[in-house]
């Protein structure tokens, strides 16, 4: 009798540790879920406040000094406590959300944080874990970081990789059609002269901005051509040199033997300038300042 006692004793306690062990997985998972709702929270805030700053252009950004600097520190601390809580709960962070850690602390001023993020892309890419136009979008990205940065070797570092986005790009818009696709690669190469006179080369600048206007008189739907020039000639009209570079650009279209181009670009040019004329200037903002 003192056997089966016994024995029952002992299959409740296993009982209850069985229920407990489950109750104890369940809490468990419950946590993990919790943590991952919070998780993709602060990314949603992260990416609206990026959205807010027009960091969700790129690779077409903005540099960071032109942001709110409230705004600057509110996406700041939210990419803190993502990192944070990924670190503490254990929780794997994909590429995407790497790369929104990367663009934040990227635009927040904060290099070293941001490479950490853009190294580990970089070698997901290598590995062939991120292709296409998320490829694109990383490498134009990672450009801008590089030629931001600033440090030995990030000038080679940003041409690279803005070549890697425009040849994998001109490969992505075989399959968005003739047109769609040219207006997208000069999109990419506009882009590449953005970061040309960011990087204080005039001269390779004012060739990538021939080289889209090139490519966009090519494109044979008149909105879709319309739309790429437009983009060209708004961006030369956005330059604090605008005229003169628009000069140049316009010098180089003639040396290509391309009085369309030549054209059609100084159309865009006259159009966009004046429309900014028109526009009320935003108040100056204070820059913030780098982070240590």
């Known amino acids: 009798m003192d056997t089966w006692i016994a024995l029952g004793s002992a299959l409740v306690a296993v009982a209850a540790l069985a229920v407990a062990f489950t109750t104890h997985r369940v809490e468990g998972r419950a946590l993990v879920i919790?943590?991952?709702?919070?998780?993709?929270?602060?990314?949603?805030?992260i990416h609206q406040g990026l959205v807010e700053g027009g960091a969700d252009r790129l690779p077409w950004a903005h540099a960071a000094a032109e942001h709110d600097p409230a705004q600057v520190e509110a996406v700041y601390r939210l990419?803190?406590?993502?990192?944070?809580?990924?670190?503490?709960?254990?929780?794997?962070?994909?590429?995407?959300?790497?790369?929104?850690?990367?663009?934040?602390?990227?635009?927040?001023?904060?290099?070293?944080?941001?490479?950490?993020?853009w190294n580990s892309l970089q070698a997901d890419a290598d590995r062939g874990v991120i292709a296409g136009e998320p490829l694109v979008r990383l490498k134009g990205a990672l450009a801008h970081f590089y030629c931001r940065r600033g440090s030995p070797d990030d000038t080679t570092r940003y041409r690279e990789a803005l070549a890697d986005a425009i040849r994998v790009s001109s490969h992505e818009a075989s399959g968005l059609g003739t047109d769609f696709g040219r207006d997208k690669h000069a999109q990419l190469v506009v882009y590449a002269a953005r970061l040309e006179l960011l990087a204080g080369d005039d001269s390779k600048a004012v060739t990538r901005l021939v080289e889209a206007?090139?490519?966009?008189?090519?494109?044979?739907?008149?909105?879709?051509?319309?739309?790429?020039?437009?983009?060209?000639?708004?961006f030369v009209a956005?330059?604090?040199?605008?005229?003169?570079?628009?000069?140049?650009?316009?010098?180089?279209?003639?040396?290509?033997r391309d009085p369309a181009g030549a054209a059609?670009?100084?159309?865009?040019?006259?159009?966009?300038?004046?429309?900014?004329?028109?526009?009320?200037?935003?108040?100056?903002?204070?820059?913030?300042h780098p982070r240590s």
Do not use: K
Request: positive net charge; aromatic residues 6%; hydrophobic residues 45%.
């Open 264 to 288: 059609a670009f100084a159309e865009s040019f006259r159009a966009a300038a004046a429309q900014r004329a028109a526009t009320r200037p935003l108040p100056n903002r204070q820059p913030p």
């Open 34 to 45: 919790s943590h991952e709702q919070q998780l993709w929270s602060l990314f949603d805030r």
């Open 213 to 234: 206007c090139r490519i966009s008189t090519a494109i044979t739907s008149g909105l879709v051509r319309a739309n790429a020039l437009g983009g060209i000639g708004g």
């Open 79 to 117: 990419a803190l406590q993502a990192e944070n809580l990924a670190v503490g709960a254990r929780i794997e962070l994909d590429w995407l959300q790497r790369m929104n850690l990367a663009l934040a602390f990227s635009n927040t001023l904060d290099p070293r944080r941001a490479a950490r993020y």
């Open 238 to 256: 956005t330059h604090p040199d605008g005229e003169r570079l628009a000069s140049l650009v316009a010098a180089g279209l003639a040396e290509q």
